[in-house]
């Protein structure tokens, strides 16, 4: 069994070669444009990588995007298995990845207590003189 830094270089590789992918539209399937590769995780035995996406839009599209990621995924793992020379490639499984949103919806409720708390510390400037 490959080593667990052999197994995350090639968890890199494969992300950054579907992210390539991706923005170079090699992916003809416009269900698919749009999104980032936010996470690849390779089991150890190199039989599945999981592949985590989001979208700018958020998840009303995550049922279109991975309909299209598994009806293009045998081309996709072609294409990879070109780039990334394993002795077998491993089955592509494809997530949604909701962390982006969720960071967007703390940074949102923090921005709005900072607003918040913001006139509490201007009301009175001279009493910090």
Known sequence: MPSKLRIQ????RIRQE???MLVMNEVHDPRVEGISVTDVKVDRELTCADIYVSA????ERSASV???LES????IRRLLAERVQLRSFPRLRF?????PERAD???SILAELRRQQQPNTD???KAEQ
């Open 9 to 12: 270089r090639i968890s890199d």
């Open 18 to 20: 579907l992210a390539q």
């Open 56 to 59: 700018i839009e958020g998840s």
């Open 66 to 68: 991975l309909a299209g």
């Open 72 to 75: 293009a995924s045998g081309f």
């Open 95 to 99: 997530h949604w990845d909701p962390t």
């Open 105 to 107: 919806r703390i940074e």
């Open 123 to 125: 009301s009175n400037p």
